[in-house]
């Protein structure tokens, strides 16, 4: 790294995650229940395999 900023005027000052409230926020992972996410995943995988096996249906009986 020391060779990568060497070309540049810089100076680098360590700041205290607690200074910066907005970055921290967003840095955090939000809980959730993880058999909740699934259920719903599983859900929409359902669905979405009935329409892409619907779609394909249709087109195997439009080009027959």
Known sequence: WIELFSDYDCEIR????????VADALCRKERV?????RAMN?????SIKDMILAAQKEVV???A
């Open 14 to 21: 360590y700041h205290p995650g607690k200074a910066n409230v």
């Open 42 to 46: 599983m859900t929409l995988q359902s």
């Open 33 to 37: 229940n993880p058999k909740r996410v």
């Open 61 to 63: 009986d439009e080009s």
